[in-house]
Nanobody, 121 residues
């Protein structure tokens, strides 16, 4: 198991940018698949982006071309660079760790506490 802590959320105007960080503890961080999810009020938690230990990224269609996920295994940190933000990106963003490549929340065994992202129009 790894412990995860998100940071970097905040309030930004539409069209702006934010970079979220997910800091992990644990010696085997580099072997985990790390995913970013988000949950807006009244909606289900949805997959946003993931990155395999090989650093191969994958995204949900709604953020392709706007969001970039990356990882620095030496720093035990995964980043989510979010550009061209839209009001519909407003949500609590969570990072999570899994031992498999997946978009399914139930297959991620470790979760952070979440960080709020609010995009104003």
């Amino acid at each position: 198991q790894v412990q995860l802590v998100e940071s970097g959320g905040g309030l930004v105007q539409a069209g702006g940018s934010l970079r979220l960080s997910c800091a992990a503890s644990g010696r085997t961080f580099s072997s985990y698949n790390i995913g970013w999810f988000r949950q807006a009020p009244g909606k289900e938690r949805e997959f946003v982006a993931g990155i395999w230990w090989t650093s191969a990224p994958y995204y949900t269609n709604s953020v392709k071309g706007r969001f970039t996920i990356s990882r620095n295994n030496a720093k035990n940190t995964v980043y989510l660079q979010m550009n061209s933000l839209k009001p519909e990106d407003t949500a609590v963003y969570y990072c999570a760790a899994s031992t498999v490549i997946t978009r399914t929340a139930g297959l991620f065994g470790s979760w952070g506490q979440g960080t709020q992202v609010t995009v104003s129009s």
